[in-house]
């Protein structure tokens, strides 16, 4: 690994590992997120603090955050772009400021995605958006959508993208797994259902 893919994945890293949901929460007076339903620091959590806007901040700023880290690198070395993606991601769900235990990673997955191949972050959100109508459950929608990903990137993008969201949307599914428990047991909260 050259010195320039390195670097691009310690800043994609420090800048995905800002904890945006705990931060907004904070200075909204609404204490600390992590305390609250799935304790995760992530838009659908902070959805549970009531606070519609505050949820749909934080999933914009946790996407941004991967975008930002892609297009950053890419634009300074286009071959670090996917590397900057990557830090990002693992930067989210394991940040060094929150003693490694962070989000759940979908909103900086497709943060991400829309910095390397925005068309199949469009067949990502289409797919979350009718799941999350259908069943109301936020890790189902997500899940679907993880496993669509790749198969999507491999087949419409370049094949090496699929590989990183291959990994991406393993971790994805490592990072739901109490998630999935529950979606099984039938005890999984729905979307908007405060806890």
Do not use: C
């Amino acid at each position: 690994m050259t010195y320039g893919l390195i670097l691009a994945l310690v800043f994609g890293y420090l800048l995905g590992s800002i904890p945006f949901g705990l931060l907004l929460t904070r200075a909204a007076g609404l204490g600390d997120v992590r305390k609250i339903g799935s304790g995760n620091i992530g838009a659908t959590n902070v959805l549970r603090t009531g606070n519609k806007g505050l949820a749909a901040a934080t999933l914009l700023l946790d996407a941004l955050k991967g975008t930002a880290a892609v297009l950053i690198a890419g634009h300074f070395a286009p071959e670090t772009a996917v590397w900057a993606g990557l830090g990002a991601f693992l930067g989210h769900l394991f940040p060094v400021w929150l003693g490694f235990k962070g989000g759940k990673g979908v909103a900086t997955y497709l943060g991400v995605l829309i910095g390397l191949a925005w068309q199949v972050a469009l067949i990502f959100a289409v797919i979350w958006l009718a799941m999350a109508f259908l069943f109301r459950y936020s890790s189902l929608a997500a899940l679907t959508a993880a496993v669509i990903v790749p198969i999507a990137l491999y087949f419409l993008s370049a094949p090496q993208i699929a590989v990183l969201f291959v990994v991406m949307s393993i971790i994805v599914f490592i990072k739901h797994r109490a998630n999935i428990s529950r979606l099984l047991a039938g005890t999984e909260g729905k979307i908007g259902a405060k806890g």
